[in-house]
């Protein structure tokens, strides 16, 4: 091999290892990105179904369920303008309480409930998680407010 096909080599090589190494960083980047839907883009399908994703707005009044287990919860997230069934199994946050924000991570099931792995609830009377926030805000703007 002469000189000029080595250097072509080692530069084709170092390519093909730095390729693989940005493919490997935006796969794990890929796995760890969550992203945030209110139950309005939810109820409009631009949720995707299956896929790991955060939930955010009102645990609406009256809506809590203890299931007969004692650690499942049925509970509906609403952002006032429309309203998703959230099913959770495990211990709530100990602020978590109807009328206040709630953000859920979990997945959407097929019949349209959304199965949460975590709750977590405000830390206090005054904070609400940031997109919760922008969500009702979004939610309660009427429409064709966006569009002045």
Excluded: C
Aim: net charge positive; glycine share 10%; proline share 5%.
């Amino acid at each position: 091999m002469k000189p000029r096909q080595q250097r072509l080599a080692l530069a084709l090589g170092g390519v093909a290892v730095l390729g693989l190494a940005v493919f490997f960083v935006l796969q794990a980047f890929q796995q760890n990105l969550v992203f945030f839907f209110t139950p309005s883009q939810i109820s409009r399908g631009e949720a995707p179904v299956g896929r790991s994703f955060r939930i955010g707005g009102m645990v609406e009044a009256g809506s809590h369920r203890r299931e007969a287990n004692g650690l499942g919860h049925r509970f509906v997230v609403t952002d006032a303008v429309q309203r998703v069934e959230v099913q959770y199994a495990g211990l709530l946050p100990d602020l978590f309480k109807e009328g206040k924000g709630v953000v859920a991570q979990g997945r959407l099931q097929a019949d349209g409930r959304f199965a949460a792995d975590e709750v977590l609830a405000k830390h206090d009377e005054n904070y609400m998680p940031p997109e919760a926030a922008r969500a009702l805000e979004q939610a309660r703007a009427p429409l064709g407010a966006k569009e002045r």
